[in-house]
């Protein structure tokens, strides 16, 4: 399984664009990358998936590089109510495979 | 839609004591989740139900913990007998088949366990 690493914690203001970037070196060819957002007292909720180059959704944008060793999380104007923590997961998304989730990225939002 | 439907909500029991922790997943998804979430850490895979076949449990520690999924639908994970740091988060996830790359899965409220 590949390996993801993702700061610890950030910090933003209301308005702001954030960037999460998230490091798996090791990443297979039949590999996805999956971004989960998670709630204080919840369980976590998907955000996005990618494979290659940019995805983009109503939630966020996704960009991966050609080599695939990184991706970042781009949440535009951030709100209060993004302050969350954000998991990177990297795997083939098919039966019989695990994801693991790392330690995750909180970020904090403050007005 | 119907979420996913965990219970108890919240549970307190002394060590040694045994706890089941109930899971409703959406309706029509085959594959069935069981996390384990310790306080300020991400969710760790302790079993991974396809329909009511197992397809890992390399996570579960077998020694104490069990889980079943009669029927291919609700699922029950038990702990007998319960240590100190078995507190944490129960975390019940569903996903339609776990096959294809919109494969998303679906987490519970889950079941905050506090052992004393």
């Known amino acids: 399984l590949a390996k993801t690493t993702q700061p610890i914690s950030m910090d933003s203001y209301e308005g702001q664009e954030v960037n999460i970037t998230c490091s798996h070196n090791n990443i297979a060819t039949n590999d996805y990358i999956t971004w989960y957002q998670q709630f204080p007292s919840q369980g976590p909720r998907f955000i996005i998936q990618?494979?290659?180059t940019k995805v983009t959704n109503e939630v966020a944008s996704l960009f991966i590089p050609a080599d695939r060793k990184s991706s970042t999380l781009s949440l535009p104007r951030v709100s209060l109510s993004d302050t969350a923590v954000y998991y990177c997961l990297v795997g083939p998304n098919n039966a019989g495979n695990m994801l693991t989730f790392g330690g995750g990225t909180r970020l904090m939002v403050k007005p | 839609e119907a979420g996913v439907a965990q219970s108890p909500r919240y549970k307190i029991i002394e060590k040694r004591q045994s706890v089941a922790f109930w899971c409703n997943p959406i309706s029509g998804h085959a594959t069935l989740y069981w996390y384990q979430q310790i306080l300020g850490q991400g969710p760790k895979l302790l079993i991974q139900?396809?329909?009511?076949?197992?397809?890992?449990d390399s996570q579960l520690p077998k020694d104490r913990f069990s889980a079943e999924r009669l029927k291919g639908v609700d699922s029950t994970l038990k702990i007998q007998p319960a240590k100190l740091e078995d507190s944490a988060v129960y975390l019940c996830?569903?996903?339609?088949?776990?096959?294809?790359?919109?494969?998303?899965?679906?987490f519970g409220p889950g079941t905050r366990l506090t052992v004393l």
């Open positions: 996830a569903s996903s339609i088949t776990g096959t294809g790359r919109t494969d998303t899965q679906y």
């Open positions: 139900f396809q329909n009511n076949g197992v397809v890992d």
């Open positions: 990618g494979y290659k």
